[in-house]
């Protein structure tokens, strides 16, 4: 029903950028809450990023809170993480979800679908 592909990721030096996009399939993406998972080495999958249906709320985990920005543009059927200042440990899978609620969106059983997870490699 909904369709998820993440493009963007690579390998990038430390304090260096990237920009991770996520497109959608469908006319229901304005409906669907928005998030950001990955999945480092040898580690679980954990929360990254979210933003409610409107774009008007986000949320961060503390790791990444001042150096990404998640954002969605509804008419292109896409969400954005911007990552910049990057660091080796943010070296991960990430992988966009959508999600039918705007609460709850750090726990990954609150998101319907999911992406195919990009590579993201930070070297020092």
């Known amino acids: 029903q909904v369709q998820l592909v993440e493009s963007g990721g690579g390998l990038v030096q430390a304090e260096g950028s990237l920009r991770l996009s996520c497109a959608a399939s469908?006319?229901?993406?304005?409906?669907?809450?928005m998030g950001w998972f990955r999945r480092a080495p040898g580690k679980e999958r954990e929360f990254v990023a979210a933003?409610?249906?409107?774009?008007?709320?986000?949320y961060y985990a503390d790791s990444v809170k001042g150096r990404f920005t998640i954002s969605r543009d509804n008419a292109k059927n896409t969400v954005y993480l911007q990552m910049n200042s990057l660091k080796p440990e943010d070296t991960a899978v990430y992988y966009c979800?959508?999600?039918?609620?705007?609460?709850?969106?750090?726990?990954?059983?609150?998101?319907?679908?999911w992406g195919q997870g990009t590579q993201v490699t930070v070297s020092s």
């Open positions: 933003i409610i249906w409107s774009g008007d709320a986000t």
């Open positions: 469908g006319r229901t993406f304005v409906r669907y809450a």
């Open positions: 979800a959508a999600s039918p609620r705007n609460y709850g969106l750090s726990q990954s059983m609150q998101y319907n679908y």
